[in-house]
């Protein structure tokens, strides 16, 4: 069974870049799509990007100028990077696996990053 | 602003069915496949519907989901409490290089 692990600075300051990592065990990061969503309680859930088993990233258009994505295959995990993050991204980021087809069907714990 | 608009609440009590809609346009649920994932106070989302209609293995049959043209909705039979929660649609839209999306979400209360 498929587990995954968020970790990373809980707390950022305005400006700067949000970093998150997700570890994952059960599965290879090599053989599945992978994927980043936040939830906040006035967006509610919100798609962030996904990461294909090539590394190749799509990311939403209102981040994608600020987002970028990333494969670490000798650890089997993936990262998120966030530049420029104001008081609006403050959120609880989750990692998850994305089969495509068959919808996102593993997610993380998720972890509640605040913007200062 | 999400581009898949959905109910903003559904109540009912214990033992009831509740149904919530989900409207999109034919760049999203009108060219590919609709789910639904449930999200519980304080855990992370659940997959309960897939392809339109179809249930992952441990998802009660309780729940189920059906898409007509542009639009998709989910219901809810036998509500229980546990059910309380706030429930999305979500989708891939075919605009601007492709990419996912969710609903603006439907906050299901059981009276």
């Known amino acids: 069974q498929v587990q995954l692990q968020e970790s990373g600075p809980r707390l950022v300051k305005s400006s700067e870049t949000l970093s998150l990592t997700c570890s994952v065990s059960g599965a290879s990061i090599r053989t599945f799509s992978w994927t980043w969503v936040r939830h906040s309680a006035d967006k509610g859930l919100e798609w962030i990007g996904r990461?294909?088993?090539?590394?190749?990233?799509n990311y939403n258009p209102s981040l994608r100028s600020r987002v970028f994505m990333s494969l670490d295959l000798s650890d089997n995990k993936f990262s998120l990077k966030l530049r420029s993050v104001t008081a609006a991204d403050t959120a609880v980021y989750y990692c998850?696996?994305?089969?495509?087809?068959?919808?996102?069907?593993?997610w993380g714990h998720g972890i509640l990053v605040t913007v200062s | 602003q999400s581009v898949l608009t959905q109910s903003p609440s559904a109540s009912g009590t214990p033992g009831q069915m509740v149904t919530m809609s989900c409207s999109g346009s034919n760049s999203n649920i009108g060219s590919n496949y609709v789910y639904w994932y449930q999200l519980l106070p304080g855990t992370a989302p659940k997959l309960l519907i897939y392809k339109n209609n179809q249930r992952p293995s441990g998802v009660p049959d309780r729940f189920s989901g059906s898409k007509s043209g542009t639009s998709a909705s989910l219901a809810i039979s036998g509500l229980r409490s546990e059910d309380e929660g706030d429930y999305y649609c979500a989708g891939w839209d075919n605009s601007q290089n492709g990419h996912y999306v969710f609903g603006t979400g439907t906050r299901v209360t059981v009276l």
């Open positions: 998850a696996r994305d089969r495509t087809v068959e919808g996102t069907d593993s």
């Open positions: 990461l294909d088993d090539s590394g190749r990233g």
